[in-house]
């Protein structure tokens, strides 16, 4: 499908080409439709029946990952020439990142690797972006942990979703700040020009604020749900994942509400979650299932943004929350 401009270039050349071929009124005429007609067309969104579509953060496309530890490094397109996400592109980045994508059946979040993308455009584009940490098995984490690391239980870079970096030329602070205006995730900074970025729960910290060890996470308490993409045509599914836990074994109802601005104006309508089975309560055992939560978007969701709430049917912890609300998603569609 062509992009709005490129329908509405193709549509004023065809009537251009009519109205060359009539007079007098009736041209006059033409180029009242023909005015019209064309605004209507720019009033359509944009289908996100594309991959450069799906995120509001995007950069060029192209992005360069080095592993400083063990050399690895992938210098590829992230879409393909017809508009589809890179495949073997995304292979070669979760083999810098050490993602056992095989055993995930996932790729590392590709929120995170567009939102690199984006930032990494920003400040040095064409530069190769240095990773110092990017995935983290939960043994390995725990490992680092328990050697005095500064690395957090709930620790995003366990959900293929976090990177530490830095860019040669580039201060770590001002990357920081950058980041931090957007309000798109999370950033953090200790002092040098190594910054950490997720796509996670949009926050800040540096070393003064940051709350590792505090037990802040503990107790499902800062549990997150996020989308795979950001934008959704209504009947498409929704591939939902919860990150930022501390411990398995948590409940979650099969029906579920889409709200607008945060939950604040109700509920604009309803859907369910696929589940296996016919129960009303699903149990997330492990990491990977809390990956790997469908949802139908219902095709009678109009154009707008909302978030995804989901009722905790079972908590293990009386401090974890009775419901959670997912990032922002945005829904485009043709027509009222």
Known sequence: ????????????????????????????????VLVVSALVMLSVPIRAETAADRFFLMGNGRIDIKNMHNGKEAAVNLLTADGSFNEEGFARIDEVFGFPTGEKGEHISRR????????????APGKTIKLVSGYRSPDYNTKIRDAGGNVAKTSLHMD????????????????WEIIKSKDCCGIGNYGSDIVHLDSGKPRFWEAATSKVRT???????????????????????????FSSVSEFGFG??????????????????????????????????????????????PASLRNGRY??????????????????????????????
């Open 1 to 32: 499908m062509l992009p709005n401009g490129e329908c509405v270039g193709s549509f004023l050349s065809v009537m251009l080409r009519l109205n060359a071929s009539v007079t007098g009124l009736r041209r006059g005429l033409l180029r009242i």
């Open 112 to 123: 995170l690797i567009f939102m690199l993308n984006y930032f990494s455009d920003l400040v």
């Open 160 to 175: 293929g979703m976090a990177i530490d970096f830095s860019i040669d030329g580039v201060r770590g602070k001002k990357l």
């Open 215 to 241: 037990g802040e996470s503990d107790n499902n308490r800062r549990i997150y749900l996020s989308t795979d993409y950001d934008r959704y045509m209504p009947g498409d599914t929704v591939r939902l994942s």
């Open 252 to 297: 979650i109802g099969r029906a579920v509400a889409f709200v607008d601005d945060a939950g604040e104006n109700g509920t604009a309508a309803t859907g369910e979650i696929t589940f296996e089975d016919n129960s009303e309560c699903a149990a997330i055992r492990d990491r990977n299932a809390s990956h790997s939560i469908s949802l139908p978007l």
């Open 307 to 336: 978030r995804i709430r989901i009722d905790f049917c079972r908590r293990p912890f009386e401090q974890m929350p009775s419901m959670i609300l997912s990032n922002e998603i945005e829904v485009v569609r043709h027509g009222p």
